[in-house]
């Protein structure tokens, strides 16, 4: 592993252990040469996935750009860092265990779509509209009138 202040390839491990979410193992790392210290995560990867864009482009799946885009729409909101990296882990492990090496970006954006839902609206509503491209306030209103529950017709509103 190179060293991340001097660039040095001959790093040593220090110390290994699992991280917090169980699906990783945290390493300290030293470097001879200029006494740096520094922490790696190692994780599964049970197959190299590629993400095909809506318009045919190609390109490898990337973890940390999946994780920055939930965690803008999560940002400021109350959900534990633990709860983030157990849903991102959840989400990879979901797109390695469809079957295919290529996956259509629509697909991730459901699969994010829906974890989300199931722990903050607001961040699911966040992410949608990046997600589906909202030009206008009235997208957000049809989007978010989708969410609520209609009344019973047998009720009035506001009973």
Do not use: W
Request: contains cysteine; aromatic residues 6%; glycine residues 6%.
């Amino acid at each position: 592993m190179r060293c991340p202040f001097c660039g040095n390839i001959d790093t040593q491990v220090k110390d290994s252990r699992p991280a917090e979410d169980h699906v990783s193992i945290r390493r300290r790392r030293f470097c001879p040469a200029c006494g740096g210290r520094f922490t790696t995560y190692e994780r599964v990867q049970l197959r190299d996935l590629v993400v095909v864009k809506s318009n045919g482009r190609r390109e490898d799946f990337d973890r940390d750009k999946l994780e920055r885009s939930i965690r803008i729409a999560l940002q400021k909101r109350p959900v534990e860092p633990e709860r983030v990296e157990q849903m991102i882990s959840g989400i990879v492990r979901r797109l390695e265990s469809l079957g295919e090496t290529d996956i259509q970006s629509k697909v991730v954006g459901e699969i994010v779509m829906e974890s989300l839902a199931r722990i903050d609206t607001v961040a699911y509503v966040r992410f949608a509209s990046v997600y589906k491209n909202f030009q206008a306030a009235d997208d957000f209103d049809k989007f978010v009138s989708e969410l609520r529950p209609n009344p019973e017709p047998d009720e009035p509103e506001g009973a």
